[in-house]
């Protein structure tokens, strides 16, 4: 009798959370937060334009005047680079849409990464605020950044995750002599609403159902 007790337990417990998975499963992954003038927008790379079109019109809506992406090199983009096609591909892709939709490339920063992976974009871009931290503190202004973040809407919580996991490693940095705590950079994260990604009946839409079975393996797998 008790071992039925239990394993009816288990069963119900089971049905209802993979009910709740297929209820909220998808909505979940959806992070946005209230937009705000920022100093620059993140644009994480892949969906080629939907994030584009997203950054252009916050771009264009004056909310930031800079835009950053990290280039790195994939495989299939190695391929396209080894058969000599005349078609811009990779950066040169999306320098011309984000061109097309309104950004001078002055306003454009290309940075390097070492890995083809959101963690790879959260260090290139920890990196360059380092950097852009050291020139920050010889004008004195001490001033919180602020970043908004555009990627597609299932991967924003793992973006989000990864940002503020590799943003804690800013160092510190001297002002005359002494030691100032670097202020926190505020994330505001923007999934591009030009996606069409479904959050509600996910698992009725192949595309929908592939990203967030791929994004819930990634969390749960630490392998980011």
Known sequence: MRRRSILTTFLFTTALLIVLFLWRGGHWLVVETPLQPADAIVMLRGSTPERELEVAQLFNEGLADHVLFVDFSTHNTRLLDSLELDLPLGV???????????????????????????????????????????????????????????????????????????????????????????????????????????????????????SVVFEYVKLAAGSW
């Open 92 to 210: 040169a892709n999306t320098i011309t849409t984000l061109q097309h939709l309104g950004i001078p490339e002055s306003h454009i920063t290309i940075l390097k990464g070492d890995i083809s992976s959101t963690r790879g974009e959260a260090i290139a871009i920890r990196q360059y605020l380092e950097t852009a931290g050291e020139a920050t503190v010889r004008t004195k202004d001490l001033s919180p950044q602020r970043i908004i973040i555009v990627s597609s809407p299932p991967h924003m919580r793992r973006a989000r995750l990864l940002f503020r996991r590799e943003l804690r490693k800013l160092q510190a940095q001297p002002v005359y002599g002494r030691k100032t705590f670097r202020p926190d950079v505020e994330l505001i994260m923007r999934p591009s609403p030009y996606s069409d990604f479904q959050a509600k009946g996910w698992y009725r839409h192949r595309e929908s159902a592939r």
